[in-house]
Structures are given as structure tokens and as C-alpha cells.
């Protein structure tokens, strides 16, 4: 058979993983900064682009989209061209690819400073940036499978399976739920409202952890980890079983995220046994790589890289067992709202994520610039730097987790709370300070690690053009009577990725459908309305200020939640919630029923400085509020969305609007002159007033008139 | 082979399902508690399940042990001995657990009448759990004791013969199933990407056996939820845990001092209490009445003017249910009847100190009820427990005793 000579595209590789490196610094200070403001407000310098309600978000799409993106694109570009044994498809797409997605990483990083967000964890680009990203991924995609149709091999290997589940899960999950209605260039408000708001958000904020930080990372895991410890993969038949199993179950899993909240009981359910069952599949994929090292443990003690991947490895598996733990319903009672899950999540991230990329870089940089290493002897103190960092980081968060949570529950015996929110933050204090150096070590060591590289990129020369060669593939496939029946759909990579779909969207529709259909799931509540032009603008504004990543809006069915902020949230109130903002993180007290609790003034003064009215509060200042002006135009674009999102508004509302907000506004301002503030009604500060003071007041009112 | 597998599988399922079963059973009868909120229940439970994951875990262990072409060259008759074990012990587990599931119906109706409970939980589960444990752990006993006696015999086996070439420990590989390094070119698939290579090990019998447990956990757990009904939705276990603190206080309460209401509050007059009212006042009140009560976003405190009344009493109901319409916080969930009972005697010690930058007077003219009402600050203060609260002194006597001590 003849064979024929290609070459490998290993310029893609390398931008890619300059970007990874590049993102990654940053991705890591900016998580810094925001962690070192949970203890010192002031490091935002009261500016509103490096307040936490806004770094928040801007750390996290960093560090998963910007840096862990990068850093699959750079492995998927190695290693497919190599087990395919052909290069990628098309040199621009590769290229469009490439830059596409990095002026997707600027322009979100842009927007999210300057507030422009939809509000939806991990999902709060807005919508010109997601169509951007569709195009593309489907870029991505298309120079994937352009790639697999030209292949001189015959049988995708498992990382290209997972390579394909990934492409088409995390197509679904970003196309459905970011479907939006926009208002402006870059204010749109979620097609969802109320509980599908938050079913469709935690199904794909649950999924992106499973197809963007997980899938994705095996595939590379299933490449370079055999290939740097020069072992066999231990098990084919264990890498069928769990792939299909994880990618089926994963998605079921995401109303783990929404334990004791307003979604139906059912759905909760599913949430917390798909979690149970997945610890089996997600285990499978650290056994299949703990065990390729079977005979090669020598091997992991001198081989930097590798010792990397295996702290890696151990720390998915640490991860996905606390991950099942965790959505049992009576540990998530304890965990949920605390900084145990940011522990959780930075195991899994720093660990996982953080630890896989580092050991490939430490491989393939070498590889790439034909030299060794600059210096074994840093990446050596880089590996250990970064496990103390992580150390560092997750036992405090566990500690503070668990204390927070405790204190929240606390009763004295005569059945009041034992503390003030505030006495829980004030104690959280010194646990925020140890994060943040388990932190700061984490960044060194990955600055280490960039000076090593770039040391060694500047004694290498880079290996530009890469041959190889194989045969042709000609003529049908003979199966062999032996061959596993698994063979087949290996050499269809078009039936892989259908199959894969299918399997994957299985969960999300039984979830969905009912919730979207049948009324009893959320129960009308007659008393609920529509909010205000005024509340409506007082919201965008608790939006773009990223209220919802220190403040939930949801009181959990418990004595210490409804003694704390009132009766548990209902289904029925979030009806008119596009987005929703039951929040993940209370770093701050619930807000769920915090109209009324505070006279205007209150808020006035706490928004301008929160230490005068809380003594010992880490929330930021906000004295732009009081100065800004409300942009009151676009109260018609907005109340006008509303209405076509099926808000009750009446007929032509949107004429009337403004001179109801001005009207509402006057209200305000003059209740707060009778405490002594002069404000003008027009400034921002006056609309999220009214919006704070309407928050879970529907039902207060319904409650109040039961009792007469 | 698989024949075997579906039998373990099955022995464990009945395992499982045997608690479950029986606690559906008695609930029929008995509505009033449920098992799953039961502690010891529950800890009896996840025993139970735990010893048979491990009990299933060593057997299977013992079986590759047993099974081994290695052993069954060398020591063909002995290997017969260890596998007839094994199926002793599983027909033995079967055996004893068809059995109690048996008497089970019987002893069910002769318990129906004792009300005695242990730990919350009736006699019959109670001791029928414990049963199954001691079984559990008998079983297990057995197991291990012919586990050590075959890994001796293996060791032996191996030390007379190739001694020095084995690099990985018998249990190690009897935990994966795995063919030894040194055999693994028969398991070697024909693939080669990019020089990887695949092995084709048998799926490690803890996590095939693990994956069939969560599924049995996963059903199990939505039959009980959300078939029967047996388990509590949370707006269920909301109302239960209502109910319980309710007693939990009511039974404190009628043993405490505390129990005070608007109602029988007294004027307090022990200056340890206005000590004490004082330092709640500081932490709670300052943020909104002023440090010295003169009134900043909430109305003034030292005036004669009160929006709310000024007795004792009405000071109370105001802290205890507030105002919310107006901005007063309900401090009932907050502070106990004695703390806010102790910070209305404080704030009824304000009168007329005349904070700096007092705030205007709101409300009504407010009387005590017999007092004529006095326009002299200084005799109001002489007269209310002669306390003197300075804004200075206020802030310097964060630590408690001073003012009250004056």
C-alpha cells in the first residue's frame, strides 16, 4: 500500500497555547484580586469596573472560557491530527478559529467590566458575543470533522469521542440557553423566566462543567497521558462503558444545583440520583488513567509532566465523588450558599483543569521547540507551589463552609437565631485571607512555569513543518469476527456524534417539557404582578452590578431561613424574573424578601457606604449609584420586551411607562428628603431603591390579608 | 460467569431491598413517624448497605483468587475447597435473608402491640436491622478468615517458585481484575494510535458493583420519594421541623425566665440589665436611633414625642413585632423576650439626655402614665435611674459596665 506523506499544523498548536498561558495569568489574577476584596472592599478603589459584582464574572469566564478553552483547542489540535493521522482540515479555519475566539475573550472581558451581562452564571455574555460564539464553535466543529472525513485512520480512538460529545453537547446547552430577547445592542433580557429560568441556566451551568471542564479534558487525559507515561491505556472495554455512561447521566444531573429551592420536587429528585449514579462513570475515567500507570510508577517520579497529570487525575476523582456528596439533599442543606462549594469547584479546577494543563505544557512545549526542558528543577518547585496552593486554598474554604453554615442554623434555646448575618461574615474574615494566599502561591507557581517556557522556547527552535506518513484509507472496512461491536460506530464519526446527541439530550427534555407544560409545576399566584418601569430599571441595575454572586433571592423551606428572611420562596413569585436571580453565594444576607425590611433611607446610605449601616460589611461601596443618571429611554425598549417575553403589561403600557416611573420615582426621592437626603429622582440609586423594596412583597401582602 | 455475577448481583439486591421492604410495610401501619428522618434508622441502614458493598467486594476478590489459572495448575484439588466456599457463603447470606424475610409477617403482628421504642424506632425494625448486621459482619468474618488463609497459601505458592519476578501485589490486582503486566500482551488489542495502545482488563468488580448499587440507591430513593411516599418532600419536612422547634421552645420556655411577653415586661432596673440592654442597643439599634439615641434614619429616642407609645409595654411590642411599614425591623427572630425586655428598660433611660444633633421630634406627646411631664432634661435624667449617657461615654464603653456602674 502506498503511503502518503502530510504534514502536521503545529503553528495552531502553538498560538493556542500561548493563549492558554496568556488568559491563564490573567485569568488567575483577576480570581486574586476579587478574592482579596471578600476581605478588603476597598481594593476595588471605588470604581465600578473592578468591583467584585463585576470581577466575579469576569474571573470565571476567564479562567473557564479563556484559559481551559485555549487549553483544549491546544490539545484537541495535537492530538487529533496525530491519531487521525492527517492535518487539520483547513488552514483558515484554523485560523478564523483561532482569532475568533481570543476576540471573544477580549470583547467579553470588556463587556463584563463595563456591566454589560445577562445575569446567568457562567452564561452572562451578552447576546452579539453568544452568536459570535456559535460561529465559531461551528468553525471549531466544521475544521474537526473536515479533519475525521480526510482521516488515514480508520477507528476514532476514545479521546476523539469525547472530543465529538463535546462539540455537540456544548452546542446545545450554550444555543438553548441563551436564547434571549434583546432590548439593545447589549442589553437582552432570558427568553426564561422564574424556575425554567433557572432549570435551563443550572442544566447548562451543570453541563458546562461536565462538557467544557470535564469531556473535554479526558479526551486530552486519553492522549497524553499514555503517550507521556508510554503505557497502554488499561482498559478499552472501561473506556466504552464510561463514556457513554457519563455523557447519558451528566445531563440529568443539574436540579442538584437547586436542592430545597422553588423547583418541583421531582425534578430535585432526578437531580440528586443521576448525581449518585455518576460516580461510578465519572471514577471510570480516573481509574482508566491511575491504571494505564500500572508498571510506570517510576516513571511518574522522574517525569515532571506526569506527576502533574496524576495530581490531576486524583483531584477529578476527590471532585466527582464530593460532587454526589454533595447533592444528597441533607449535605446540600449544609453546603449550599457556603464557600464549600467554591472549594469544591477550585479542587476541581485548580486541580483538574489547572494541574492537566500545566502537564501537558511541560511535555509539549519541548516537544514543540525540539529542546528539553529549561529547568526540571522549577517546574519541580512549580508542582510543589501549586499543591500547597491548592492545599492552601480548599481547606480554609471547607472550614469557612462548614462554620457559616453552622451559625446560620444556630438557635439558642429559646428559639431565636444565635447570630446576626453579619456575626457569620465578620468570622468568615481570616478564612478569606488564607484563600487568598493559597491562591497567590497557585498564580506563582504558574508564573514559574511561564518563565520556564519561555526559556525554553528561546533555547529551541520551533519544529514548523512536522511530517509523517500513512497509507491511504481505500475501500470498505473487512470487520474482523473478533472485533468488538463497539468497532462499528467508531469508524462513523457522523453516527458517533448523532448518538451522542440523542444521549444527550435525553435528560434535559424530560426535565424541561413538564416544567414547561404542566401548569401544577408552578402554581399561579394571583397576588404576583408585574414589575414597575421603575423596579424593572432598579433590577438592571442590581444585574449589571453582579448583585446576584454575593446575594441570593431564594429562602430555602427552613426554620433558620424563614426566622432569618421570612416565608420559603414560591414557585408562583418568579413568574415575571427574566432572568432569574436566585444567586449561587451568600456572601451576603438573602434579598429574597428584602422589600420593606429597611426604610429607603437605609438603603441610600448603605449603597454609599454599607459600614454605616451594617458595622463590619464587606460589600463594596457603590457612590456612582447617587450620581448616575437612570438612562430613562429605554424603559420603552424594555417594557416592550417584556411584553412580547408574555409579561401582562396592559395594552400600550409602553407610552405610559416613563411618566410611572417618573411618578414613582418623585415618591422615593421625597421619602428620602423626610429622612434628610436630597436627591434628584432621576439618579440610579432611586430605581434600585424601589426595586429592593418591592423584593418579595407580592406574597407578604397575599399573607398579611389571610391573616385579617 | 455471568451466570455467578447475576447471582452476587442478586444477593445484594435482596440485601438492600430487605430493609426497604420492611420499613414500606410498617409505615402502612404506622403514619405517625417517618424512618428516613430517623437517625438511627438511617445509620442502620447505610451499615447495612456498607457491609454488603464490602462483603461483596471480598468475594469477588476471593473468587479471582480462587479462579486463577495460576492456582488452578498448581493447586487443582484446594482450588475446589475455596470455590465450593464461596458458594457456601452466598447461599448462606441468601438463605438467612429469605429466612427473616419469612418470619418477618409474623413477628411484624406480634410487635404491632408493644409501643416500647428504641432510639425511635419500634422494637421489631430495630432488632430486625441488627440482625442483619450481625449476619453482615459474621459473613465477613468468614471471608476474611478464608481470605487470609488463600493470599497465605498464594504467597507460599509463589515464594517456592518464581519469587523474585512478581511486581505487583496479588490483592492489588484481585482489587482490578487486571491481567499481570507481564501477561498483558494477550489482552493487548490490535489498535496503535499515534503509538497508544490498548489493553482490554476486565472492569474492576468494586466499580462494576459500585455502578449497580448507586442505580439500586437511585430507585430505591425515587420509589420511596416519589412512589409510595414514604419519604418527606421538603415542604413536609419544612412543617415537621416547625413543629418540632415549637416544642422544643414551649418546653424550654416553661422552665425559663425568660418568658416574658408584652403583656408581663416589666420595667427592668438592675443595672447589670441596662448594662446589658445597652450593649444590644450598641449593636443593634446605633445604625438607625444615633449612638446616644438622638435619631438619625429611625426617629429620635430622648425626646418626649414617641409615634409608637412610650410604656414599657409598647416599647417592647415595637422591638418584638416592629414597624415594618415604617422601617422598624420585627427583632422577635433575632432577640430573645429577656434582650428586648432589657433594651427597652435601656432606652427608657435615654429620656432627655439631649444627644448632639438631635433629631426633630415626631409623633405624640407622650406622658408616663401618673408623671406630669417634665420640660427639665436634668431632672428626667436625675430621675431615670440616674444614668448619664454621654455620646462620648458611649463610644468609650463598648465594654459593658461603665455607665450602668456610675
Known amino acids: 500500500m502506498e503511503l502518503q506523506k502530510f504534514q502536521y499544523d503545529n503553528k495552531t498548536v502553538k498560538m493556542f497555547a500561548y493563549a492558554t498561558i496568556l488568559w491563564g495569568l490573567v485569568g488567575m489574577l483577576v480570581g486574586l484580586i476579587a478574592a482579596i476584596q471578600l476581605y478588603l472592599p476597598a481594593a476595588n478603589m471605588s470604581l465600578p469596573y473592578t468591583t467584585f459584582g463585576r470581577l466575579r464574572p469576569l474571573h470565571t469566564n476567564a479562567v473557564i472560557f479563556a484559559f481551559v478553552g485555549n487549553g483544549i483547542f491546544m490539545g484537541v489540535y495535537y492530538s487529533l491530527q496525530r491519531l487521525l493521522k492527517a492535518r487539520m482540515f483547513s488552514d483558515l479555519l484554523s485560523k478564523i478559529h483561532f482569532w475568533g475566539w481570543q476576540l471573544i475573550i477580549v470583547l467579553a472581558a470588556a463587556t463584563l467590566i463595563m456591566g454589560k451581562t445577562t445575569g446567568k452564571e457562567y452564561a452572562e455574555l451578552e447576546w452579539p458575543i453568544d452568536i459570535l460564539i456559535t460561529l465559531v464553535w461551528v468553525v471549531f466543529g466544521w475544521n474537526m470533522f473536515g479533519t475525521i472525513i480526510r482521516r488515514r485512520e480508520r477507528h476514532l480512538y476514545v479521546a476523539i469521542w469525547f472530543y465529538i460529545a463535546t462539540f455537540v453537547t456544548v452546542a446545545m446547552l450554550h444555543i438553548v440557553n441563551s436564547i434571549e430577547i434583546p432590548v439593545s445592542f447589549w442589553k437582552s433580557y432570558s427568553w426564561y423566566a422564574g424556575v425554567q429560568d433557572a432549570l435551563v441556566q443550572w442544566w447548562y451551568g451543570h453541563n458546562a462543567v461536565a462538557f467544557f471542564l470535564t469531556t473535554p479534558y479526558l479526551g486530552l487525559m486519553y492522549y497524553f497521558l499514555p503517550k507521556i507515561a508510554q503505557r497502554p491505556v488499561y482498559s478499552y472495554r472501561l473506556s466504552i462503558i464510561h463514556f457513554w455512561a457519563l455523557i447519558f447521566l451528566y445531563i440529568w444531573a443539574g436540579p442538584h444545583h437547586l436542592l430545597y429551592t422553588s423547583v418541583p420536587d421531582w425534578a430535585q429528585s432526578l437531580g440528586v440520583v443521576f448525581s449518585v449514579m455518576l460516580i461510578a462513570p465519572s471514577w471510570g475515567g480516573m481509574i482508566n488513567g491511575l491504571l494505564t500507570l500500572r508498571g510506570a510508577w517510576d516513571r511518574v517520579r522522574d517525569n515532571v509532566g506526569l506527576k502533574f497529570l496524576v495530581v490531576a487525575v486524583t483531584a477529578y476523582g476527590m471532585a466527582t465523588f464530593e460532587g454526589p456528596m454533595l447533592s444528597l439533599k441533607n449535605v446540600n442543606a449544609v453546603a449550599h450558599y457556603t464557600d464549600w462549594i467554591v472549594a469544591h469547584v477550585h479542587v476541581g479546577a485548580l486541580g483538574w483543569n489547572g494541574f492537566m494543563t500545566f502537564g501537558i505544557l511541560y511535555w509539549l512545549i519541548p516537544r514543540l521547540f525540539q529542546t528539553k526542558l529549561y529547568s526540571e528543577k522549577l517546574a519541580n518547585m512549580h508542582f510543589w507551589i501549586g499543591t500547597l496552593g491548592i492545599v492552601l486554598y480548599a481547606v480554609p474554604m471547607y472550614w469557612a463552609g462548614f462554620m457559616q453554615s453552622s451559625m446560620w442554623k444556630d438557635f439558642t434555646p429559646e428559639g431565636q437565631l444565635k447570630w446576626q448575618f453579619m456575626d457569620t461574615v465578620t468570622k468568615m474574615i481570616p478564612f478569606y485571607i488564607a484563600r487568598s494566599v493559597g491562591g497567590a502561591l497557585f498564580l506563582v507557581g504558574a508564573i514559574l512555569m511561564t518563565y520556564n517556557l519561555i526559556k525554553t522556547i528561546k533555547v529551541g527552535t520551533f519544529l514548523e513543518i512536522e511530517e509523517d506518513q500513512a497509507p491511504a484509507l481505500v475501500g470498505e472496512y473487512q470487520s474482523h469476527s473478533k472485533d468488538h461491536w463497539h468497532r462499528w460506530i467508531e469508524r462513523k464519526p457522523i453516527q458517533l456524534m448523532i448518538v451522542s446527541l440523542v444521549v444527550v439530550a435525553i435528560g434535559g427534555l424530560i426535565e424541561f417539557v413538564p416544567v414547561f407544560l404542566v401548569k401544577s409545576n408552578i402554581p399561579t ?107 430613562a429611554n429605554s424603559t420603552i425598549a424594555k417594557i416592550k420586551a ?28 421625597a421619602n428620602l428628603k423626610k429622612d434628610g437626603i436630597e436627591t434628584l429622582p432621576d439618579r440610579e440609586i432611586v430605581a434600585l431603591i424601589s426595586y429592593l423594596q418591592r423584593l418579595g412583597k407580592d406574597i407578604k401582602a397575599e399573607g398579611l390579608k389571610a391573616q385579617k | ?253 416553661k422552665t425559663s425566665a425568660n418568658n416574658v411577653d408584652e403583656n408581663t415586661v416589666k420595667l427592668l432596673t438592675e443595672a447589670t440589665d441596662i448594662a446589658t440592654g445597652k450593649d444590644l442597643y450598641i449593636v443593634n439599634c446605633v445604625a438607625c436611633h444615633g449612638k446616644g439615641g438622638e435619631g438619625t434614619v429611625g426617629p429620635n429616642l430622648t425626646d418626649d414625642y414617641w409615634l409608637h407609645g412610650a410604656s414599657i409595654q409598647d416599647l417592647f411590642k415595637t422591638l418584638k413585632y416592629g414597624w415594618v411599614e415604617k422601617g422598624m425591623k420585627a427583632w422577635k427572630e433575632d432577640l430573645s423576650p429577656m434582650q428586648m425586655a432589657q433594651i427597652a428598660s435601656f432606652i427608657k433611660t435615654l429620656k432627655g439626655t439631649n444627644p448632639p444633633n438631635p433629631k426633630a421630634p415626631q409623633g405624640d406627646l407622650y406622658t408616663e402614665a401618673g408623671v406630669a411631664p417634665i420640660s427639665d432634661s436634668t431632672v428626667v435624667a436625675s430621675d431615670s435611674l440616674n444614668i448619664q449617657i454621654k455620646a462620648d461615654s458611649l463610644k468609650a464603653a463598648a465594654s459593658a459596665t461603665v455607665a450602668a456602674k456610675k
Open chain 1, 525 to 631: 399566584i394571583v397576588s404576583v404582578k408585574p414589575y414597575t418601569p421603575l423596579e424593572l430599571q432598579g433590577r438592571d441595575i442590581y444585574i449589571r452590578e453582579g448583585c446576584y454572586t454575593c446575594h441570593s433571592q431564594m429562602v430555602r423551606p427552613f426554620r433558620s431561613e424563614t426566622a432569618r428572611y421570612g416565608e420559603y420562596s414560591k414557585a408562583g413569585e418568579f413568574v415575571y424574573d427574566h432572568p432569574f436571580q436566585w444567586g449561587s453565594k451568600r456572601t451576603g444576607p438573602d434579598l429574597a424578601r428584602e422589600g420593606g425590611k429597611y426604610p429607603d433611607s437605609w438603603h441610600y446610605n448603605h449603597m454609599l457606604d454599607p459600614t454605616s449601616m451594617s458595622p463590619g460589611s464587606v460589600m463594596p461601596t457603590y457612590p456612582w449609584l447617587l450620581e448616575d443618571q437612570l438612562d
Open chain 2, 1 to 253: 460467569m455471568l451466570m455467578n455475577n447475576f447471582n452476587k448481583l442478586k444477593t445484594l439486591a435482596v440485601a438492600m431491598l430487605i430493609p426497604a421492604v420492611s420499613f414500606c410495610q410498617e409505615q402502612a401501619t404506622k403514619e405517625s413517624s417517618s424512618y428516613f428522618s430517623n437517625v438511627l434508622f438511617l445509620t442502620l441502614l447505610a451499615t447495612i448497605i456498607i457491609l454488603a458493598v464490602v462483603i461483596s467486594a471480598f468475594s469477588s476478590v476471593f473468587k479471582n483468587i480462587a479462579d486463577s489459572d495460576y492456582l488452578t495448575t498448581k493447586y487443582n484439588n484446594k482450588k475446589d475447597d475455596q470455590s465450593s466456599t464461596t458458594r457456601n457463603v452466598s447461599s448462606i447470606i441468601l438463605l438467612l435473608l429469605s429466612l427473616s424475610m419469612f418470619s418477618q409477617e409474623k413477628v411484624a403482628a406480634i410487635v404491632k402491640v408493644d409501643d416500647g421504642r428504641i432510639g425511635g424506632l419500634d422494637q421489631f425494625t430495630f432488632y430486625f436491622m441488627a440482625t442483619i448486621i450481625l449476619i453482615e459482619l459474621i459473613v465477613l468474618a468468614l471471608i476474611i478468615y478464608q481470605f487470609n488463609y488463600l493470599v497465605k497459601t498464594v504467597t507460599a505458592v509463589e515464594t517456592t517458585t518464581k519469587a523474585t519476578k512478581i511486581t505487583e501485589s496479588k490483592i492489588m490486582m484481585s482489587l482490578t481484575d487486571a491481567v499481570a503486566i507481564e501477561e498483558e500482551d494477550s489482552i493487548m488489542l490490535d489498535h496503535d494510535y499515534d503509538g497508544i495502545k490498548e489493553l482490554d482488563n476486565n472492569l474492576p468488580p468494586w466499580w462494576k458493583y459500585g455502578f449497580y448499587l448507586t442505580i439500586v440507591v437511585a430507585i430505591v430513593y425515587l420509589i420511596n420519594y416519589h412512589v409510595i411516599g414514604t419519604g418527606d418532600l421538603q415542604g413536609k419536612e419544612y412543617e415537621k421541623e416547625i413543629a418540632q422547634a415549637k416544642l422544643e421552645v414551649d418546653e424550654f420556655m
Open chain 1, 642 to 669: 417584556m411584553k412580547r417575553l408574555g409579561v401582562p403589561y396592559p395594552e400600550g403600557y409602553e407610552n405610559n411607562a416613563i411618566k410611572d416611573m417618573e411618578a414613582q420615582a418623585k415618591e422615593i426621592a
